[in-house]
Structure formats: structure tokens, C-alpha cells
């Protein structure tokens, strides 16, 4: 059987091991697209998979599911045939719409219920305690402190960057036995929430909702990258008087040139940067800047005419405390909208089709 395996560069890839009698290799050819078929899934994170009727064996770090199809594209067929990931479809009828898992879990805000219902299901203390310490630095993070890594630090510890940090660390082999790697679970969310889904079994189901609410954002992040450049972050924010809502970030990277290389002029790379946010005064707010280089550009999407005029009001402090962090500001602008159109959720702005089945959790 061929071993399939993902470069250490990127977990969209994978290389195919050649084998001893080299005419029983798949016959690939450059920039062809072809469908793998998850056979099986072992503990070690290999998978089984069918690819032109031909069994393989591949390491993914992608979440996969058996049945799902793979939808691969040929990058290289020499020294070593390598493929890219571009999609997954599904062959049941247990397959599940990121969209409306991902929808779902904003609308309800599942950051807050699990954050704060979490006393009430017969965890013990000593899991407990990491646990609540680590997601009150997380949603208190932008009122206890304000530097310049603090969106790295959030992301570091909201559990998007769980299966990246166990690779380095097995890769690098400095893993330094259990108590490294317990500091490590403690400083992230979704490493923590599987040592919980682990302790109550069965009886985890809210649990491991939100274990797979982290893994369909990882996926679409995974799609987002790969089509448009995209990376969606929810960020929990709990506000000094009580009011816990859930931030989303939406940050769209400068595109590519024709070859694959990104551009690395500022000037010619602009990026562009999207914030939702629904507060119980403001009504919903969101916030579309785009950076070019020092110079920042955007618009304000407001539901409500007296906010509208309080946030106009407040506009030449903000372009002030822009300039004097070195930026520019070419516009600030302020528009009246339906709700409609600034609830909108900015996971939709990177599943644009109704239906479109990416997700592989429950």
C-alpha cells in the first residue's frame, strides 16, 4: 500500500512515498484533480484512503470523518508526487452544514453558556479551576490589558491553534513528559475542553458541542484560506458590568500573485479587516477597515440614528489616536443600515452557497 503523508510546511498537502516497483505508483499528472475516499481512521492520525482505486495511507491534520471525499489537486508528480487539499464533500446522510453549526452556535452564543454553566455538570475542582481561569483571562483579555499582541494571545488560547502546537512539540520531540504538555493544555481552550469531554464520557454532550463548534472554525478557516484568503475568529468578550457577548473577527489577507507567492510590498498588498459586534445599548455594530500599508480606510454599519451620530461624533478621536500611532487615515465613514444587513455574520462571508456541507463534526 502507497503512504500518503502531509508535509511539516502545510497541513493542505500531502506527498506520496514511492514505492519499490515503481510502475504500480497512481499515474498523476500536474494541475489534475482527483477524489480520495476516507476509508479508514486509526488512532495514530493516519488515514486510509482510495484514490484511483488504489489504497493509500495518509497523515491529515485535518479533522476527518470515514466516508467523507476528498477532493485533492496535483501540485508536483516529481521528485516526490505531491497533492493539495481543496475540499471535502460527504457520501451520507449524516453530513453536517458548517454554516448552520457555526450560525448556530454564535446566535446562541455557546462561548457563554459553556463558560458559564460549566459549575453545574460534576466536574471536579482541580479540572474545573485551569479551566475557568483560562476563559476569564480570554473574555476579560481586552479590558485587563491593551498591547499590541493582545488578538495573538487570543487566538494563541481560544483553541484554533490546538493541533499546531501538539505537532511542534512532537515534531521537535521536546515534549519533556506530562507536566510540559499539561502546561501547554492549560493555556488553550479547546485542549482543555477535550480533557473534560475526557472525564465526564458520555455525559459530555455540552462539552463536546463546543469541542466541535472549535473544530468546524478550524475547517472553515482551513477553506477560508485556501479560496479566499480568510480567517474568521470569534472573540468572547465579557464586560465589566456582566454583559458577556461574543465578538466576531473577520481578516481577509492580501491576495497572491499569478505564481502562488504573496506579495510583499505593503503597498500593493492591502488587507482588509471586519468586526461584528452586537451590544445591548449600541444595538449591532460592525466595523469594515481596510489597510494599505500605514494608511487605513473603513466604515462603520450601524442600526440606530442616535448611535449613528454618537459614533460621528466620536470619529476625530479615533482618526487622532490613529495618527499618532503612525497610520494615515484617507476615510471614516458612518452608515445607517437594517439590521438585517450588519447582523449578517461574517461566517457567511467565506461560505458564500446555501448548503455548502465542509463541516466533519457534530
Known amino acids: 500500500m502507497t503512504e500518503v503523508s502531509y508535509p511539516p510546511f502545510s497541513t493542505s498537502k500531502i506527498s506520496l512515498q514511492p514505492e519499490a516497483n515503481s510502475k504500480s505508483l497512481l499515474k498523476l499528472s500536474k494541475n489534475e484533480v482527483v477524489e480520495g475516499k476516507v476509508l479508514r481512521l486509526f488512532s495514530s492520525g493516519n488515514v486510509s484512503l482510495l484514490i484511483k482505486g488504489r489504497g493509500v495511507m495518509a497523515r491529515s491534520y485535518v479533522p476527518l470523518k470515514e466516508g467523507n471525499i476528498l477532493s485533492l489537486k496535483v501540485e508536483e508528480t516529481e521528485p516526490i508526487p505531491t497533492l493539495k487539499l481543496l475540499g471535502i ?7 453536517i452544514n458548517t454554516s448552520s453549526i457555526l450560525l448556530s452556535a454564535i446566535k446562541e452564543n455557546l462561548w457563554r453558556s459553556t463558560f458559564e454553566n460549566i459549575n453545574h455538570h460534576g466536574l471536579p475542582k482541580e479540572a474545573l479551576s485551569p479551566f475557568k481561569e483560562l476563559t476569564h483571562d480570554l473574555s476579560m483579555g481586552l479590558f485587563s490589558r491593551s498591547t499590541p499582541k493582545l488578538l495573538w494571545e487570543i487566538i494563541d488560547k481560544s483553541g484554533l491553534n490546538w493541533e499546531a502546537k501538539l505537532r511542534k512539540i512532537f515534531l521537535g520531540k521536546k515534549i519533556g513528559g506530562a507536566a510540559n504538555l499539561d502546561k501547554l493544555m492549560q493555556g488553550d481552550l479547546k485542549g482543555l475542553t477535550s480533557r ?10 455540552f462539552l463536546k458541542r ?69 451590544l445591548s445599548n449600541l444595538g449591532p455594530l460592525r466595523a469594515d477597515l481596510s489597510i494599505k500599508g500605514k494608511e487605513i480606510g473603513g466604515r462603520f454599519l450601524i442600526t440606530k440614528e442616535e448611535i449613528k451620530l ?11 489616536k490613529l495618527k499618532d500611532k503612525g497610520f494615515t487615515v484617507s476615510s471614516i465613514e458612518c452608515h445607517l443600515k437594517d439590521p438585517e444587513v450588519v447582523k449578517q455574520s461574517l461566517v457567511e462571508e467565506i461560505i458564500h452557497q446555501e448548503g455548502n456541507t465542509i463541516s466533519l463534526v457534530a
Request: aromatic share 8%; glycine share 6%.
Open 89 to 95: 464533500k460527504f457520501t451520507d446522510s449524516n453530513a
Open 196 to 205: 473534560l469531554v475526557a472525564l465526564k464520557e458520555e455525559d459530555g454532550v
Open 210 to 278: 463546543f469541542v466541535s463548534a472549535i473544530k468546524n472554525i478550524q475547517l472553515l478557516n482551513h477553506l477560508g484560506l485556501e479560496q479566499d484568503r480568510k480567517i474568521f475568529i470569534p472573540i468572547p468578550i465579557q464586560f465589566p458590568d456582566g454583559l458577556f457577548t461574543l465578538g466576531q473577527l473577520l481578516i481577509h489577507l492580501g491576495q497572491k500573485e499569478k505564481d502562488g507567492n504573496t506579495r510583499k510590498k505593503s503597498d500593493k498588498n492591502p488587507f482588509r479587516i471586519m468586526f461584528l459586534l452586537e
Open 310 to 320: 454618537f459614533i460621528k461624533n466620536n470619529i476625530p478621536s479615533l482618526i487622532k
